[in-house]
């Protein structure tokens, strides 16, 4: 099934005409994740798969964490180093790796303090580091139902 995530930032400036960069849609899928079905000769049963078929494994939450770093770097001069309600937009599909993958970019994107965490650490373990410095911001979506951008 196809999901995505759409973040709009919504960057204003005084010159209408400059040559210059002042709104932006960025579009993207959810992280990696777990198959969203076994086959029958799967080695692996479901339990294997910790929080169940078609969520995001650790590797998947990290990727987002690291695309939110990267927005933060190319967009570091048009967007305020903190949350601005005004300055940015965020739109899910409604999954569960989708939501979770736009949360996890603001994280990055918006970080409350340094992330200083090893990927390679994260799979090692297989665990979720508890003391990850967050920032609530919202992320909208819609119902299934009624969502036009969810092609499938």
Do not use: C
């Not at 169940?52 to 305020?80: A, D, M, P, V, W």
């Not at 601005?84 to 989708?98: G, K, L, M, N, P």
């Not at 939501?99 to 297989?126: F, Q, V």
């Amino acid at each position: 099934m196809f999901s995505s995530v759409l973040v709009v930032l919504i960057l204003f400036s005084k010159s209408n005409f400059a040559r210059e960069l002042i709104a932006t849609h960025i579009l993207f899928r959810h992280g990696e994740r777990a198959p969203t079905m076994l086959y029958p000769s799967d080695p692996n049963d479901i339990s294997f798969w910790s929080n169940g078929l078609g969520s995001l494994t650790i590797r998947g939450k990290f990727q987002h964490i690291l695309l939110g770093q990267y927005f933060r770097e190319r967009y570091s001069t048009l967007l305020n180093s903190t949350y601005v309600a005004s300055e940015i937009f965020v739109r899910s599909s409604d999954y569960d790796r989708t939501l979770m993958s736009a949360y996890l970019t603001l994280l990055g994107l918006y970080p409350s303090s340094k992330i200083n965490i090893s990927i390679e650490h994260l799979i090692t373990t297989n665990t979720w580091p508890e003391n990850l410095p967050w920032q609530p911001i919202p992320v909208h979506t819609v119902p299934k139902s009624i969502d036009h951008v969810d092609l499938f």
